[in-house]
Nanobody, 127 residues
């Protein structure tokens, strides 16, 4: 079993920054591709950023490329999402997710391959 717990959400003004954290526990060695997703009110869940556990691989949605950075700390089993230049359209519930499969073998921004999900952390960006 793998458990994911997000934290770091909150309210920020447009142009500001936030860093989200996802603490991974349980059978961490079963985790391959890891990702951040988000879902805004009235919209479908969308993939934001992806990183492969133990590998040099990152992938970002066009809407956040250049503003967001995904990273992981293997020593603490923590996934991060650094969000810069936040805009109101970034307002959403943010979820971390983990797949058993390597990022190279899946469509990374699709939610279907991910086996484990956190409960989410709310990010609200005001203008």
């Amino acid at each position: 079993q793998v458990q994911l717990v997000e934290s770091g959400g909150g309210s920020v003004q447009a142009g500001g920054s936030l860093t989200l954290s996802c603490e991974v526990s349980g059978d961490t060695y079963s985790t391959g591709c890891m990702a951040w997703f988000r879902q805004a009110p009235g919209k479908e869940r969308e993939g934001v950023a992806v990183i492969n556990s133990g590998g040099a691989y990152e992938y970002y949605a066009d809407s956040v490329k250049g503003r967001f950075t995904i990273s992981q700390d293997n020593a603490t089993n923590t996934l991060y999402l650094r969000m810069n230049e936040l805009a109101p359209e970034d307002t959403a519930m943010y979820y971390c997710a983990a797949a058993r499969t390597s990022c190279y073998l899946i469509v990374p921004l699709s939610s279907r391959p991910y086996n484990y999900w956190g409960q989410g952390t709310q990010v609200t960006v005001s203008s």
